[in-house]
Nanobody, 115 residues
Framework: QVQLVESGGGLVQPGGSLRLSCAAS????????VGWYRQPPGKQRELVAL???????NYADSVKGRFTISRDGAKNTMYLQMNSLKPEDTAVYYC?????????WGQGIQVTVSS
């Protein structure tokens, strides 16, 4: 069984930065693809960024040039560096992994961008 624990969210002013982390724990699995998703208030969950099994990165148009996804294979941890944050980035952010055990979601973490 795989478990994901997210950290790093909170309240930040417009133009500020945050780094989200997502640590995977468990045994007997290999991580293939990793991704970050978000669900703004009153809206559906949407893809923010992902790293495919081949190592390619993909970003939503709304975050290109501002957000960077990365992973540390040795630590089974993934990150989302968010710069130049805007009020419209306010959402609950979820990490997701595709592993040999299937798809696993984190519990979600709140990011609020407001002055």
């Amino acid at each position: 069984q795989v478990q994901l624990v997210e950290s790093g969210g909170g309240l930040v002013q417009p133009g500020g930065s945050l780094r989200l982390s997502c640590a995977a724990s468990g045994s007997g699995f290999t991580i293939n693809a990793v991704g970050w998703y978000r669900q703004p208030p009153g809206k559906q969950r949407e893809l923010v960024a992902l790293i495919s099994s081949g190592g390619n990165t993909n970003y939503a148009d709304s975050v290109k040039g501002r957000f960077t996804i990365s992973r540390d294979g040795a630590k089974n941890t993934m990150y989302l560096q968010m710069n130049s944050l805007k009020p419209e980035d306010t959402a609950v952010y979820y990490c997701n992994i595709k592993s040999t055990l299937g798809s696993t979601w984190g519990q979600g973490i709140q990011v609020t961008v407001s002055s």
